[in-house]
């Protein structure tokens, strides 16, 4: 969707979940002069808690969304992984020990 902070709005998605991107770029879709999506590629793998939590919540606030793939990289996945699931699951631990306090 063309609108103020739209763009802002996936970074923040990738950014928050600390998922680097690897390449970002604007292309004109044939809609209408000044129309443009984003293609976007990260490190990461769709089936990565992480990667598909970002894509969930991209889909919802934007709307469309185009999936081209995700394929296993070469260089790291599995530590890439591991660390983020490290990252999600003291951050679940966190909203669990807080929540559990609150009456």
């Given at each position: 969707e063309d609108a103020p902070g739209s763009l802002?709005?996936?970074?923040?998605?990738?950014?928050?979940?600390?998922?680097?991107?690897?390449r970002l770029e604007s292309r004109p879709t044939r809609k209408g002069l000044g129309d443009y999506c984003f293609l976007i590629d990260?490190?990461?793998?769709?089936?990565?808690?992480?990667?598909?939590?970002?894509?969930?919540?991209?889909?919802?606030?934007?709307?469309?969304?185009?999936?081209?793939?995700?394929?296993?990289?070469?260089f790291g996945s599995a530590e890439i992984q591991e660390a983020n699931r490290d990252g999600v699951s003291s951050a679940d631990t966190w909203l669990a020990d807080t929540r559990s306090r609150i009456r």
């Open positions: 802002v709005g996936i970074l923040q998605e990738f950014a928050a979940r600390s998922i680097n991107l690897t990260c490190e990461g793998h769709i089936s990565d808690e992480v990667v598909g939590d970002a894509l969930r919540n991209i889909h919802m606030k934007q709307g469309n969304v185009k999936f081209l793939g995700s394929y296993p990289s070469a």
